[in-house]
DNA sequence: ACGGTTACTGTAAACGGTTACATTATTTCA
DNA sequence: TGAAATAATGTAACCGTTTACAGTAACCGT
């Protein structure tokens, strides 16, 4: 009748099994000493016929390893997440560790810390605006590694971190907007306040506008948040306030976005794009099938979360690397914006 | 000069500082026995002073609890996830557990066994065939809490379940394009083999072509995957070889594969739906902008993955609970099927 | 033949928490 | 007022692994 509080099978039901020591169990488990060939056969059986799965808590606690990777998200509203995601999770699964997903708001006022961090993972892919500055200084001073995702690390900080152009394709774009479809009163919608791609995708939207010599209206900037429905709602809410604040093109900030943007506009029986121009930022998989096709830039989101990923077990493996990866974007002129029309 | 391998803090470090034992620290951080004021006043100074955060790994082990919950899934390619994991991490996220997110393939011929289970999680969500039967027969008699999504049970187990209605609504709807628009050569294209939905959905297929007396055509099935790109690939691969079989009508299984189709069908010169209606299935937030407008089954998915979780948390608590529960579906006409045209 | 590797194995101390049990001081209540 | 309950705390065993250290036996080169 023994004391045991679990039923489950432990490495020492294994070893006692098997006749050997824990100590051979567990090495010939992380294959990491040499173990006799007699041993290594019996230990097979035994494991099999037992069920033996290892406690990965005990594990993480003597090795001081978890094997599992954490993504840091500021939501789940958007449908950009799932080529990001995919590109993580299959760098992850290759090299068998765990994912552990978690959305948490970076905000002063945000009184409890992250659930994820050195304490439950081995390191962390960071997406945006998932943690504050101080938070992230304070991690990397701990050499906990880190990858950056959609945004550059604080000044003075050295982070790896991968992200997409943006500030020359967003001022590419509404260059086309003013130089080939005519428009001069564009809408920006904006993401999430201090979000980066937001942030440059602003500052090349304005760059376009004075190269144009297109005065800047703070009137036609909305938060959209990068959100399909608050898009919506802001988009709905101006047109039925201000009716009298013309615009003739609308960039979206992002697809997502786009598509509260496109359901506004319809309601209010704008046509697209002959009256109003509508632009987004992506591409995600369903662009070319709104209505109109949406004319966006092509971000290789996947690729974002595949890199990143790759560079955080790089880290893991202590290759160092402190760069900024910026990867390349292009504009995928559809009917939205006027061509093609 | 010590010998501890870690430079991290331990609750042994606040206890020694605070003047208290490690018990009534810990005691205190888990809220489970009185504490004093004045001792409760000074961990807290202390622990935020020493960026004290607690060990994962060790409370896991010595709890035997995780906080982790899993959630299983066969692959990450659909939009559709993106409303399931929003619906499940807003409830993890308030019970202050993690969510650990593995994709993994159940099959026979699969020897890894699921990287997440009993040995890292308290409790898995399994996402459609993301075990095979064995696994969960296995796992559901040693106790283990798990509730199923987008799945039932398989027979003689009972393990909670939340899905949605699919035969009678793919009957409806079917029958929607067969009475209303005259079809009566419509194609279904097939999710994966012995997903639940999947299936369910070509019985309710195959029953409205019945009673309507329209003979079924094998020929008129394809093999979709729920994937946007292996859709198009299927479909497109069928108009450049099959021109000779007639088809007026696509079910496309769901509407991630929709977006496929409707590429191919366009790349095709297909006029939809004048000369071919297509529907699909979920009502993903872009399918009333597709073009065009998508006419699908609302599926309340972000739901799905909430009440699943909770039920999750309910078999924690040890309520029982061994229903499988359906949600409600509706169709949503739109332009695609031939209606509001 | 002998010191030095190498292959294999075992013992026991961590790892950083939780918690059963014990203890003392303070209330509560018949 | 005395017994019992409650509050607040400490001691130490335990959770299931990994791994430093130690040891034995076989092998190797000179």
């Given at each position: 009748m023994s004391r045991r509080r679990s039923s489950s099978v432990t490495i020492r039901d294994v070893a006692r099994k098997a006749g050997v020591s824990v100590a051979t169990v567990s090495r010939y488990i992380n294959r990491n000493a040499p173990v006799s060939q007699e041993v290594a056969e019996r230990l097979d059986e035994v494991m099999i016929e037992m069920r033996y799965v290892p406690h990965a808590a005990a594990r993480h606690l003597a090795s001081r390893k978890t094997r599992v990777i954490g993504l840091l998200l500021n939501n789940l509203h958007n449908d950009f997440f799932v080529p990001l995601l995919n590109g993580v999770e299959g760098v992850i699964r290759k090299k068998g560790y765990n994912l552990i997903v978690a959305t948490y708001h970076a905000d002063i006022r945000n009184e409890t810390p992250p659930p994820i961090g050195p304490h439950n993972t081995d390191g962390l892919l960071v997406f945006s605006d998932g943690l504050v500055d101080d938070d992230l200084i304070n991690l990397n001073a701990r050499g906990f590694p880190m990858v950056l995702v959609h945004r550059t690390p604080p000044p003075s900080v050295s982070i790896p971190s991968v992200t997409v152009e943006n500030t020359e394709i967003t001022h590419k774009l509404v260059d086309h907007l003013i130089k080939v479809h005519g428009k001069r009163r564009i809408m920006f919608l904006r993401g999430p306040i201090h979000q980066e791609d937001s942030l440059r995708r602003e500052v090349g939207y304005k760059s376009a506008l004075r190269a144009n010599g297109i005065p800047f209206d703070e009137n036609l900037i909305l938060n959209g948040e990068f959100d399909r429905d608050i898009a919506y709602q802001v988009m709905h809410g101006f047109l039925n306030n201000g009716r009298q604040i013309a615009f003739d093109a609308v960039f979206t900030g992002?697809?997502?976005?786009?598509?509260?943007?496109?359901?506004?506009?319809?309601?209010?029986?704008?046509?697209?794009?002959?009256?109003?121009?509508?632009?987004?930022?992506?591409?995600?998989?369903?662009?070319?099938?709104?209505?109109?096709?949406?004319?966006?830039?092509?971000?290789?989101?996947?690729?974002?979360?595949?890199?990143?990923?790759?560079?955080?077990?790089?880290?893991?493996?202590?290759?160092?690397?402190?760069?900024?990866?910026?990867l390349p974007t292009e504009i995928i002129f559809r009917r939205s914006c006027g061509c093609q029309s």
């Amino acid at each position: 009748m023994s004391r045991r509080r679990s039923s489950s099978v432990t490495i020492r039901d294994v070893a006692r099994k098997a006749g050997v020591s824990v100590a051979t169990v567990s090495r010939y488990i992380n294959r990491n000493a040499p173990v006799s060939q007699e041993v290594a056969e019996r230990l097979d059986e035994v494991m099999i016929e037992m069920r033996y799965v290892p406690h990965a808590a005990a594990r993480h606690l003597a090795s001081r390893k978890t094997r599992v990777i954490g993504l840091l998200l500021n939501n789940l509203h958007n449908d950009f997440f799932v080529p990001l995601l995919n590109g993580v999770e299959g760098v992850i699964r290759k090299k068998g560790y765990n994912l552990i997903v978690a959305t948490y708001h970076a905000d002063i006022r945000n009184e409890t810390p992250p659930p994820i961090g050195p304490h439950n993972t081995d390191g962390l892919l960071v997406f945006s605006d998932g943690l504050v500055d101080d938070d992230l200084i304070n991690l990397n001073a701990r050499g906990f590694p880190m990858v950056l995702v959609h945004r550059t690390p604080p000044p003075s900080v050295s982070i790896p971190s991968v992200t997409v152009e943006n500030t020359e394709i967003t001022h590419k774009l509404v260059d086309h907007l003013i130089k080939v479809h005519g428009k001069r009163r564009i809408m920006f919608l904006r993401g999430p306040i201090h979000q980066e791609d937001s942030l440059r995708r602003e500052v090349g939207y304005k760059s376009a506008l004075r190269a144009n010599g297109i005065p800047f209206d703070e009137n036609l900037i909305l938060n959209g948040e990068f959100d399909r429905d608050i898009a919506y709602q802001v988009m709905h809410g101006f047109l039925n306030n201000g009716r009298q604040i013309a615009f003739d093109a609308v960039f979206t900030g992002d697809d997502d976005s786009a598509i509260g943007v496109l359901r506004a506009l319809h309601q209010h029986d704008y046509r697209v794009p002959e009256e109003i121009a509508v632009v987004g930022f992506d591409d995600l998989g369903f662009a070319s099938f709104l209505s109109p096709p949406l004319t966006t830039v092509r971000a290789p989101t996947e690729a974002v979360g595949r890199i990143a990923t790759e560079r955080l077990f790089g880290l893991l493996e202590n290759q160092l690397s402190d760069e900024v990866m910026i990867l390349p974007t292009e504009i995928i002129f559809r009917r939205s914006c006027g061509c093609q029309s």
